[in-house]
């Protein structure tokens, strides 16, 4: 895998590289997003967790839409999303959702949602009641579901999976040596078997990585073979972006050619749908990571 030499140089100054850009919010699809969120009282993790493809996004007339409130009972050493102890549960919030995926014209939706431990079905009903909500109002979307690892419950995995998603993602966010840092409440091997879970059930499933958070190359491939072990299709891989001081730095600024080596490894390995660059997230243009994936019709975001 190849290195790039100014890619170091930034990392010293502190300095994005020139290969990280984010549109700045604005325009009028942007505008119309931001008011049917708004209006319908809806999180997405698009402002929450920081996204710097939120501007791209919201201006292609799509968000990542985030269940179950704004406040995460998880402190991962990544994100953004404020951590505490989650004060209230809206049982409404899958019908807003769902009226506003049939105002947005959604041809394929992508939710996902904060960590609830507290709950003693971790949200798990809301994950289903939303997910048929949304399949009840707009028949036509794909749906993608990003969800947490429900501390490994079957159950609770199962319930969420009987509602109906389309697509069923679950980050593995690193490789092993750095699962603890980067998600000290999660585990790395209860992620692996929450994805097997899924796939052995027929479910199309997903995941994906943050890349030059302290990762070394062949802990990368490692990651990438388990999680084809295990029957992922879909992959993302994306550069790390630390949100705040108090979050773990970046480790190195990987380069677009190094991305483009990891995808072609990651061929070679079998996954169906893979994308891989710097500024890939894991919902980012899912639309298109879904269209090759066999079994479904090519999909656009608004009709």
């Given at each position: ?111 996902t949602s904060v960590n609830r431990d507290e709950l003693a079905d971790g949200g798990a009903g ?178």
């Amino acid at each position: 895998m190849s290195d790039c030499s100014d890619s170091t140089a930034d990392l010293a100054r502190n300095r994005k590289p020139r290969w990280i850009r984010s549109k700045l919010p604005g325009g009028a699809a942007y505008a119309e997003v931001r008011g049917i969120v708004d209006g319908h009282r809806l999180n997405t993790v698009c402002q929450s967790a920081e996204c710097p493809n939120m501007g791209e996004c919201w201006n292609r007339g799509t968000a990542t839409f985030m269940i179950l409130g704004n406040i995460c009972t998880r402190a991962c050493g990544f994100c953004a999303i404020a951590t505490g102890r989650p004060t209230e549960l809206d049982l409404d919030e899958p019908r807003r959702l769902a009226e506003a995926v049939v105002l947005m014209k959604l041809r394929h939706c992508v939710v996902t949602s904060v960590n609830r431990d507290e709950l003693a079905d971790g949200g798990a009903g809301v994950w289903a009641a939303t997910i048929r909500a949304i399949k009840t109002a707009s028949p036509s979307t794909t749906l993608e579901t990003l969800t947490g690892d429900f501390k490994g419950r079957e159950d609770l995995l199962r319930q969420v999976i009987d509602a109906g998603p389309d697509i069923y993602n679950h980050n593995l966010e690193t490789v092993e040596r750095m699962s603890r840092a980067v998600r000290p409440q999660a585990s790395y091997e209860r992620s692996l078997e929450v994805l097997r879970r899924a796939a052995s059930w027929g479910m199309v499933t997903k995941s994906g990585l943050m890349l030059g958070i302290g990762e070394r190359k062949p802990e990368i491939a490692d990651a990438l073979r388990r999680l084809r072990d295990v029957g992922v299709q879909i992959l993302t891989l994306g550069q790390y972006l630390q949100p705040g001081k108090q979050y773990l730095p970046v480790d190195r600024w990987v380069t677009p050619e190094e991305f483009s080596e990891w995808k072609a490894f990651a061929q070679e390995l079998g996954f169906a749908s893979i994308a891989s660059g710097p500024m890939v997230r894991s919902s980012y243009h899912a639309d298109e990571t879904a269209r090759i994936v066999p079994g479904f019709e090519g999909v656009t975001l608004r009709t």
